[in-house]
Structures are given as C-alpha cells and as structure tokens.
C-alpha cells in the first residue's frame, strides 16, 4: 500500500535520513521507532509532504506522491499531530469537519459523518459537537484529533507520537482502544513513537531507526528474538530493563518494610 | 453657544467623513501589504520603518506637507492624463491622516500573523488546505483579534490628528478650536474638543467589542460592532457631497487666513457678493498663509484678502522696496496678473502692515519713537512675533538697515503676543497695525524712520476662473474699494477679539452702514 523507494533527507551537509526504502501492506500497522533525532517524524512527513525528499520516493497504492498536488495528495491521508494542533478559533464539530469541506462534500453528508465520528472516538455528540478544544482534556483532545484525521475515510493513516503528552494512564487507555478502532477500520497507518512498550502494544512490524538510517524492520517477535546490532538489542530490552528496577526496587523496600 | 450647536452636525460629519475614508483606506493598505510580507523579513522590517519614520513626522506638518506634494502631483497629471488634483481640502487631509494609520494596522498585521502557532500553520497543510485556504480558514482568524486592537489605536490617533487637517481647507471639528483659539472664542475650542472625544470614544468602544468579540468567539458581539461601524460608514457615505455636486453649484468660496481680520473680511466679502449677485457663497475659514494663496491659484477657493508687502516679500522674494512705495501695489498687481492671472478686485482702503510695538509706558521710560532709536537697546531686550515673521523677508531687512539683534526671538499664536506684551514676558511684538489692541491695550508702534516694511494694502484677490467667467462677482468687489478705512478695521477686529461677537455678525452690521451712507 505504500512503498518508501531509497528516500533521503539532507539539510546541506547534515542527513536527516539516508536511502531508507520501506513497505507497508494494505491494512498493517507499521511503527517507526527511534530516539530523538532518529529521522521518524521526518520520514513520516516525506509521506505527505509537509517536508519534500531530497532524495527518491514515496509511492501510495502504486502511484508517485509527486503526481497530485501537496494539497489534494493530503486530504486523502489522514494525519495526527504530536502537539494535536486542534484550531482554537473552531468548534470540535469545525475541526473534524475541515477536511470533508475541503473535499467538497455536503452539509448533512458531513454533519452525520462528525457525530458518526464523535461515537467512533467515544465522546458524547450533542456534549462535546459545539465545545472549543481549550475546553477539551488532554485525551479528549487527542480523540477529537484523531476523529479529524478519520474524517474523510482515508485509506492511509499517519501518526505521530499521538499519544506523547499524555499520562501514562490516559495513554495505555487510549493505545488500547485506538487498537480496537484500527481493526475494526482496517486503514492502513504508519505510526511513529520511541515508547517501545507502545511500539509492541500496536505494531504489526516495527522499523527502528538509527541516525536516519534503518537498522532494522519486522514483527515484535523477530526483533525481540534476533535484534540485528547492539543498538536494537538494547533498544528492545528497554521494557525488561524497566520492569527489572521495579522489582529491585520492590525487593528492597520489602526487606526493609 | 447655540451658533456653536448649528456648526456642530456639519462639522461632525465631515469629521466622521475624513476619519472613516482614512481608516478604511489604511487597512485597504496596510493589511494586505502585511500579509504579504509577513513571512519575509526582508521586506517587513524596511517597511515598518518606513511607517515608523512617517509616524515621527508631526502631524501638522504631514498635512501641510501634502498641500504643495499634491500640487506638484496634480501639475504633473495635469500634463500627462489631463485632469489636476485637488491640492486643497478633503484630498491632502485624507492622504496625510491614511499615511498616519499605517503603521499600527501594518504593525499589528505582522505580530499578529507571527503568533499564530507554526504548529497550526502545519496542521492546516497537513489536513490539506492550500496556502490561500490556511490563510483564509487559519492564520487570519487567528491573527484578526490583534489586527483589530491595532485598527483600534489608528481609529483614535487619525480622530485627534483630523482636527489639524483644518488649515489645509479640509472641514473637521478643528474648525471649531482653530477659529475659536484666533477669536478667543472658549465655547468653540470646548465644543470642538469635546465632539473629538466624543467620537474617539465611540469608535473606540465599537472597535474594543469588535476585538473582544473575535477574540472570544462572541458571534453576537462581533455581528454588533460591525453592524454599528458599517451603519456609521454608511451614514458617512451618505452624507457625503461629491465634489461634483459641489461643482455644479457653483458657489463661490471665500478663503480666509488665521486670523480674525481674516474671519471678520472672508464674511464681508460673502455676504457682499451674495446681496449683490445673488451667487451662492461659502467660506473656508483657517488656511495656512501661503495655503490660502496655493489655493486661490489652484481654484479651490476664489477669493480672499491678501496684503500687497506679503506678495511683495514671501511670493515675489523681493528684498529692496523701490523708492517710491506706490510703485508696489502697481508691480503686485502687474505679478499676480501676468503669472497667475489672478486679480486684484479691490484695495479696501486700510493697510495691515507688520509693525514693531511696545508697551506704551516702557518706550517713553526709554525714549523710543523710532525704531532706530530700538536698535542701541535691542540686545538687553526679547522679541516675539507671529508664527513665520522671523522667516520673512521682511525680518532680514530689518536686522539689515537697523542693525537690530535681540537677547532672544520668540514665536509664539498672534492671538497671543498682545498679552505676552502686557504682561512684559516679551519687551518688543511684531504687531498687525490693524489690531484693535493695539489702542485697547495702550501699545506703542515704532515708527519705521528707514523704510524697512513694504507696504500691507489689503487687496481683495480673485482666482482665475471667477475672474474670467463670472465678472459681476469682481464687480460687486470693487464696490468695496476705499470702503474700510484702518479705524474701522481695528474697530470691526476689537469686536471680536475683545467682545467675542461672532465675526459674521460684525461683517453684517459693517455691511448695513455701508449700505445706509
């Protein structure tokens, strides 16, 4: 569904990402997974082009991304912002709405589809429809924000670290519904975060990124059992190690207790 | 008061007018010029400060400025599209006052459009607006709040600086204070003042729920303001007379100077010209001296008083006087006529000359009669004189043939220097011989032994158009010759000056016992 062709990313001397070539089939979720600077939300926004490669190309069921215009390529994907980026001067109805009136499409056609939407993201329609989004909670602000990106049916999703900012318990709350939601829509989606729990919980294959570059793709499981260098292997022992220092420190605090 | 009440709507309009058109053009101006050079710094930053540097031009001195740029300007669209522009009234007041609101709603324009979170700017592309559409559905919006508190401070900066476009013949509430300062007449100067506020503050408090509104998204609020603005403008428009009407009228507009012998003749010369053809007549009181002259050539106003030794030393930059002093008015009238086809309808029959005056008193203790005799003083003593004396001609062939240097010069309103006199704040004044102060007040005129000062014969001038095509308006002028003599001009002046009668009034009585004799 799409392909990454040795795309590259250069800002004069410094590589921002370097020949990375990728696939992604029609309804799988891929992670891409890195620490900060790695090149993942680069990369993600080559696919729409709110950046434009230096170097080769993104290909979307088979056709050039280069062949529509930035703006007519992007309502047909659907994109969901670190920071949200909800318009505050507009309704939550407004916001969702945005797309689908770019594409043209009628009133009621849209009006049932924001409340199909709002049921979808499990907030109340009649509740939150004429709400502004600084009276939105953070979590509530990221549903309306994913709703927006689903507005016009997209067959292709894109995420980044949509779940960041959020508390650890609204995120696991919500990593586990959006789980649902992605099975039952079946879009396709690329999904960016260096959370590795979170890139287990929601991967059907995760790409790990070093210094722009790839170090290596496939499922949790191939990752976790054969990490390709040092740098993976780490990277996947991350959650072990964490747990590790739990229960250290639960030991010790139970001898002294 | 209640002639003060009659002025005020005529006034107020025209004020509205001047500040609505101004506005409305600034923004016109300013806020697409910001959005276009808002995401390049290159080109904002020049031209805030190319706002900024006409914002520190005060704001007098960038109406007065206009009157001769605009003539130049119309001279040159006189020659090569075949129409002139009008370099006298609402044109130079409204370029000047839209200049001036620039640089808030250009300011704003671009701190706004700079707040507006890049991370939104993003989002919209990102959902797949085009440029325009993030610009129309996002920045905007979101910039409009700040646009408008910037609108705001334009709308009360252009509401005070209105009422200085006065003196270039653009109608506003200045009216009120600039011939009220000159005829000290209190009433106006408050009523003037206090319908300036009072607009201020209604466009200020309708621009203020405008910005309250689009900042917190109150439709309700936002659907007010603008419908009263809108109201206000329409109104505005309404009332407007174009100046095509204004032409096919045909009244004949008197112009007068600053002061108010100018004021008491501007009304005669009306009201004479009205009782005897019958033309409709206006007057466009408070020009700037060499305003009142630019205009008369331009055809903006067609008659007015001026004084023989002022075409003598400011138009035609003559320094020597000839030897015979009647030889002057026959070259002022050869000038005016073969360079500017101008005419002199009339000599009222009085002169109006610069004279040096003194407290009485003070130049008998120092025995002075003359103003040679000032000279051996001078250095021990201040002079003050009217606003452009110590710029004229005349000036330097007074420091010439007497020798004369003061301890100080000091400019000052010449409704004022009589009083500065009295109160011995200045020692020696650049009196107007006309001024019936000069007696009420027990003042000395120095007695010009060398011949410095051309002669003041007021002289009726009439524009070119008048002159050619209505001639029974310069005949019912020159009915006025040798009609006012320098008595009962100080006396039709004190009138005003000292009583506070309303100088028409005073122009009609004068007029009645003409006409009686």
């Given amino acids: ?68 215009a930035p703006h007519d390529l992007r309502r047909g994907i659907g994109y969901c912002f670190q920071q ?34 709002l049921g979808l993201v499990e907030l109340e329609p009649s509740g939150f429809r004429e709400r502004r989004p600084s009276q939105l909670s953070g979590g509530e602000q990221q549903r309306v924000g994913l709703a927006r990106a689903l507005a016009a049916e997209p067959e292709v999703v894109l ?35 260096h959370d590795m729990v979170e890139a287990l919980v929601l991967g059907d294959r995760i790409a790990v990124l070093e210094q722009g570059r790839l170090a290596q793709v496939g499922t949790p499981a191939e990752l976790l059992s054969a990490p390709a260098d040092a740098t993976v292997a780490e990277l996947m022992a991350t959650p072990r190690r964490q747990a590790a220092i739990v229960e250290r420190f639960l030991a010790t605090r139970g001898r002294n207790a | 008061m209640t002639e003060q009440l009659r002025l005020l709507p005529g006034y107020f309009t025209a004020h509205l007018q001047l500040t609505l058109a101004a506005l409305l053009l600034a923004v016109a101006i300013a806020v697409p010029l910001g959005i276009s050079v808002a995401r390049r710094r290159m080109l904002a930053t020049p031209l805030l400060g190319v706002t900024s540097v006409i914002q520190t031009i005060p704001g007098l001195a960038l109406l007065a400025i206009m009157v001769p740029a605009l003539a130049a300007l119309g001279a040159l669209t006189q020659r090569t599209f075949g129409f002139e522009l ?24 671009l701190v706004g459009i700079a707040g507006v979170d890049p991370a939104l700017i993003e989002a919209a592309r990102g959902v797949g607006m085009t440029e325009t559409e993030v610009l129309r559905r996002v920045t905007l919006p979101l910039a409009m709040p700040v646009i408008v508190a910037g609108l705001r401070t334009a709308a009360v900066w252009v509401v005070g600086t209105a009422t200085l476009s006065t003196p270039v013949g653009a109608t506003s509430l200045g009216n009120f204070i600039f011939s009220g300062l000159q005829t000290r007449n ?115 106003i067609d008659v007015y008083v001026e004084y023989s030794g002022t075409v003598w030393a400011t138009l035609m930059r003559r320094a020597q006087l000839p030897e015979d002093r009647s030889r002057v008015l026959a070259e002022v009238r050869e000038f005016l006529h073969t360079e500017h086809a101008i005419e002199i309808a009339a000599a009222l029959g009085f ?55 003061f301890r100080a010069e000091r400019s000052m309103d010449s409704s004022l220097m009589y009083q500065a006199v009295e109160q011995g704040e200045v020692d020696v004044i650049t009196a107007f011989s006309t001024d019936g102060r000069i007696a009420a007040q027990d003042i000395a005129l120095l007695d010009d032994d060398r011949g410095a000062i051309p002669p003041y014969d007021a002289l009726v001038l009439v524009g070119p158009r008048v002159a050619s095509e209505q001639p029974q308006v310069l005949a019912a002028l020159a009915g006025l010759a040798g009609t006012i003599d320098a008595a009962q001009m100080r006396r039709m002046n004190l009138a005003v000056d000292r009583d506070g009668r309303p100088p028409a009034e005073v122009a009609r009585e004068f007029l009645q016992t003409l006409g009686a004799n």
């Fill in chain 1, 1 to 68: 569904m799409i392909e990454l062709d040795r795309l590259c990313k250069r800002h004069g001397a410094v590589v921002a990402v370097e020949d990375l070539s990728l696939e992604v089939a029609r309804g799988e979720l891929l992670v891409l997974l890195g620490r900060s600077g790695s090149g993942k939300t680069t990369t993600l926004k080559m696919v729409n082009r709110l950046i434009e490669p230096s170097a080769g190309c993104v290909r979307i069921a088979g056709h050039d991304t280069r062949e529509l």
């Fill in chain 1, 84 to 117: 949200v980026g909800l318009f505050p001067h507009l309704s939550v109805a407004r916001n969702i709405a945005i797309t689908p009136q770019l594409l043209g499409w009628s009133e009621a056609r849209i009006a049932a589809r924001v409340d199909e939407l």
């Fill in chain 1, 159 to 193: 995420l980044d670290e949509p779940f960041g900012a959020l508390d650890p318990l609204t995120r696991d709350r919500l990593q586990c519904w959006f789980n649902g939601l992605r099975r039952r829509l079946g879009f396709t989606a690329i999904f960016v975060t």
């Fill in chain 2, 86 to 109: 009008r370099s006298i009234g609402f044109l130079p007041a409204l370029i000047a006052l839209t200049l001036y609101a620039l640089l808030p709603i250009l300011r704003n324009t």
């Fill in chain 2, 186 to 300: 209190h009433v106006a100067v408050l009523v003037g003042c206090a319908a300036a506020a009072v607009l201020a503050l209604l466009l200020d408090q309708a621009i203020q729920a405008l910005e309250a509104g689009l900042r917190d998204g109150r439709r309700g609020l936002v659907a007010g303001a603008l419908l009263f603005l809108t109201g206000l403008c329409f109104w505005a428009a309404a009332s407007f007379d174009a100046p095509g009407s204004r032409l096919a009228s045909r009244a004949v507009v008197i112009g007068a100077k600053t002061f108010t012998e100018q004021y008491v003749l501007s009304e005669l010369l009306a009201a004479r010209i009205a009782n005897a053809t019958g033309l409709p007549t206006r007057t466009l009181p408070s020009l700037g001296s060499t305003v009142a002259f630019d205009a008369l050539r331009a055809g903006e």
């Fill in chain 2, 351 to 405: 002169e109006n000359s610069y004279a040096l005056g003194m407290r009485a008193d003070r130049a008998r203790r120092l025995g002075i009669e003359r103003i040679s005799q000032l000279a051996p003083h001078a250095p021990q003593l201040e002079i003050g004189g009217d606003y452009e004396f110590f710029q004229r001609a005349e000036w330097t062939a007074l420091q010439r043939l007497y020798g004369l240097t």
